[in-house]
């Protein structure tokens, strides 16, 4: 597939010293551990993003059954199985010692023809995007990238020069987007942490004057979330249904396009099953478990998800109580961990409920930085769409650089 007009194309193959993934290790998930070198999983690959969240590691041991698929600093990283298939990025330097497992291809280009950062926005352009889903589509039931695929994958080759100034451009629409990310999370970490000062260490204003009960403050209840709250269990329609080109509505089944808060939308449906309305609370009720977006939009959600609305119009609260309870991927507020949630187990979830009275005081508190935090998502997705619109004029010479 050609973007670049009047440019040498070239097998990829022919230009890269490395392609290739790895495998999980004996013992699966089990031989994780907290801090040693990196094993990155398609989790952590979004389109020009790297995830850090989930990011697991491995023991020296472990690593050195998997030095063939060392990762190093510039390397691509190409999703190449399941849902995620086909999202690309670079990895930071700062994960670094890595290792990929099965799920991620290891893509090193020969510098001195091909350079990484110009290959990772070939790769993640809208139109390389669709040709990469169809590709991997057209093999089975199974989503897959295939070694030889990826090797036989056309790609334009400029001149080092022309390669640098497109990367330049086009980088200084991420290094926008990137800052807009952080403060996103600074602001929804400060939320996080007023929750905690308030509802878990219980230093809520008014507290000195308030008897503990039980555990609880008085006037406060501990309720089941099916009590709190709306909840809607995910289902998956048909997969004929499914398509990328924005027809019907969008359709998530899992975390593959969680954002810092808000969803990406790749997949859309043309049959509305189980609806998320706008500002709904996105769950995941798969591994990995409590991983939690607010939709901005009406979505179709499929099994791996559930749909969470406040029944007393606290959602701003809602969503900060499920964040601080499933405060690791995986694992509950009492410390068990779940490979999968079931229904009446998510029912089943015990919340805190303080009074309105503080809640409402919370909500004063948090309500101007979600507000915040939207316009920030609002910034990030203008600032996508331009670079987006950008990137094929480049590739194809209609806007010279």
Known sequence: MKLLKNTEHVRLGSVCSKIGSGATPRGGDGVYIDAGTAIIRSQNVYNGIFETAGLAYLTEQHAEQLKGVTVESRDVLLNITGDSV??????????????????????????EKLLPEFLCYYLVSPLMQKYLLSRAGSGGTRKALTKGMIKDFEVPKPSIIIQQKIVDTLSAYDNLIENNRRRIQLLEQS?????????????????????????????????????????????????????????????????????????????????????????????????????????????????????????????????YALKSFFFKEDMMGGGAIFAAITKKDLYGVELVQPTDKIVAMFMAHVLPIDIQIANLQQTIENLAKARDLLLPKLMNGEIAV
């Open 191 to 319: 939320a996080r942490l007023l929750y905690k000062e308030w509802f878990v260490n219980l230093r809520f204003p008014g507290h000195e004057h308030t008897n503990i009960i039980d555990g609880v403050p008085e006037g406060w209840e501990r309720k089941p979330l099916c009590e709190i709250g709306d909840i809607t269990m995910g289902q998956s329609p048909n997969s004929i249904y499914y398509n990328v080109d924005a027809n019907g509505l969008p359709f998530h089944q899992g975390v593959s396009n969680f954002g810092v808060r808000f969803p990406s939308h790749e997949t859309y449906c043309t049959v509305q099953g189980r609806i998320a309305e706008p500002g709904d609370i996105l769950f995941s009720v798969r591994a990995p478990v409590g991983r939690i977006n607010i939709t901005p939009d009406k979505i179709v959600i499929g099994r791996g998800l559930a749909a969470i609305r406040s029944s007393c119009s606290q959602q701003n609260f809602l969503f």
């Open 86 to 111: 086909a999202r690309c990025c670079q990895v930071p330097d700062s994960v670094l010692p890595a290792r990929v497992n099965q799920h991620v291809s290891i893509i090193r280009p020969n510098e």
